[in-house]
């Protein structure tokens, strides 16, 4: 079963029109991409790098970072582009 996470995210719009994506509670997380789509996309690989990087440093996930059971429900917002 794939691990869920449920994290705020920031998406910013560059001048250069890429997006930025970070997380206000794991400063790590920084991606971009140059559509919204892309940017948010590329999140599960940038979170998958970091949960990697604490576990080589045996550093506990941060207790903010909420894993979620894949069989729950649970709030989700989302940014949805329209052409």
Do not use: H
Not at 9 to 15: D, S, Y
Not at 55 to 69: A, K, M, N, S, T
């Amino acid at each position: 079963m794939e691990a869920i996470y449920k994290l705020p995210l920031v998406l910013e719009p560059q001048p250069e029109g890429e997006y930025t994506v970070t997380c206000p509670l794991l400063p790590e997380l920084v991606t971009e991409g140059d559509t919204m789509r892309e940017a948010i996309d590329n999140v599960a690989d940038a979170l998958a790098v970091i949960l990697e990087a604490y576990e080589d440093l045996g550093r506990p996930v941060p207790p903010v970072l909420q894993q979620i059971r894949g069989e729950t429900s649970f709030w989700l917002e989302t940014a949805v582009a329209l052409p």
